[in-house]
């Protein structure tokens, strides 16, 4: 079993940045890839970006490029997401996931989920 937690969301305005950390603990042997989804009132989860655990593959939503950095640290099995220059449009609960199998856009390749942490930008 693994369990994940995030941290880092919060209240910000147009043009501000956040930086939302994950850690995962347990069982975390068998993780291959970790990252982060979103999911906004009315709308389905939605892939936002993913590395592998030797970061050979590194991949982002198309509105997310450019604008948001994902970085690891393997040796403490933590995950980042640097977020700049947010929209409204980012405006969601954001999740970690792990996967035991692939980098991957669809949830359903992911195993293990975080609780979420809320973010929302408004002016």
């Known amino acids: 079993q693994v369990q994940l937690v995030e941290s880092g969301g919060g209240l910000v305005q147009p043009g501000d940045a956040l930086l939302l950390s994950c850690v995962a603990s347990?069982?975390?042997?068998?993780?291959?890839?970790m990252g982060w989804f979103r999911q906004a009132s009315g709308r389905e989860r939605e892939f936002v970006a993913a590395t592998d655990n030797r970061g050979r593959t590194t991949c982002y939503a198309e509105s997310v490029k450019g604008r948001f950095t994902l970085t690891r640290d393997n040796a403490k099995n933590t995950v980042s997401l640097q977020m700049n220059a947010l929209e409204p449009e980012d405006s969601a609960k954001y999740y970690c996931?792990?996967?035991?199998?692939?980098?991957?856009?669809?949830?359903?390749?992911?195993?293990?989920w975080g609780q979420g942490t809320q973010v929302t930008v408004s002016s």
């Open positions: 347990g069982h975390t042997h068998n993780i291959y890839a």
């Open positions: 996931a792990t996967s035991g199998v692939a980098v991957s856009t669809a949830p359903e390749l992911y195993n293990y």
